[in-house]
T-cell receptor, first 112, second 116 residues
Framework: GNSVTQMEGPVTLSEEAFLTINCTYTATGYPSLFWYVQYPGEGLQLLLKATKADDKGSNKGFEATYRKETTSFHLEKGSVQVSDSAVYFCALPYSSASKIIFGSGTRLSIRP | DGGITQSPKYLFRKEGQNVTLSCEQNLNHDAMYWYRQDPGQGLRLIYYSQIVNDFQKGDIAEGYSVSREKKESFPLTVTSAQKNPTAFYLC???????????????FGAGTRLSVL
């Protein structure tokens, strides 16, 4: 079945630093891939997605490219802000139904 | 505004008591989900429903029950059989059947359950 593995946290960076959060997956076929973000005390919200190989999802300065060769979907941002402090989840669909598998989450803290 | 509303925001359970968490959506989504999140951990699926009057167990259904009598409502009951209920509970919904879009889930703000 499908599975996802993401980089363990916590990750602490200074403001304006470059961010990478690694995510790799195992899947049957080429499912859509997602990054969700959870701000403190809130539910998750979709940050970005990619629906096929070589697609790049982007939103709020974050980017992730669907790499089928390396089965990866790493999240990047060129210059992080304090407001980016949150937990980030990589996700992909189960093999069937509309269920989603979430990674374990990576907590990001940005120092001013 | 369309969205998902979870209530209450905080809930306390006494030993041996059943408690019910509310989840309502006005997005006209067919599918709804309940997740449990423990500190520093990811989400684990408790139950999900893809259509009214039908639901399936997720990965950790023991000690929980649900109903889906209306499209917009999917309440979760934490029963006394759930011995470690302290967690953050998240409800979500999604479209069913549209490739790609069906896997985008929309989440409520969560209910934090604690045991007295």
């Amino acid at each position: 079945g499908n599975s996802v593995t993401q980089m363990e946290g916590p990750v602490t960076l200074s403001e304006e630093a470059f961010l990478t959060i690694n995510c790799t997956y195992t899947a049957t076929g080429y499912p859509s891939l997602f990054w969700y973000v959870q701000y403190p005390g809130e539910g998750l919200q979709l940050l970005l997605k990619a629906t096929k190989a070589d697609d790049k999802g982007s939103n709020k300065g974050f980017e992730a490219t669907y790499r089928k060769e390396t089965t990866s979907f790493h999240l990047e941002k060129g210059s992080v802000q304090v407001s980016d402090s949150a937990v980030y989840f990589c996700a992909l669909p189960y093999s069937s139904a509309s269920k989603i598998i979430f990674g374990s989450g990576t907590r990001l803290s940005i120092r001013p | 505004d369309g969205g998902i509303t979870q209530s209450p925001k905080y809930l306390f359970r006494k030993e041996g008591q059943n408690v019910t968490l509310s989840c309502e959506q006005n997005l006209n989504h067919d599918a709804m989900y309940w997740y449990r999140q423990d500190p520093g951990q990811g989400l684990r699926l408790i139950y999900y429903s893809q259509i009214v009057n039908d639901f399936q167990k997720g990965d950790i259904a023991e000690g929980y029950s649900v109903s889906r009598e209306k499209k917009e409502s999917f309440p979760l009951t934490v029963t006394s059989a759930q011995k470690n209920p302290t967690a953050f509970y998240l409800c979500a919904s999604s479209i069913v059947g549209v490739r790609g879009a069906k896997n985008i889930q929309y989440f409520g703000a969560g209910t934090r359950l604690s045991v007295l």
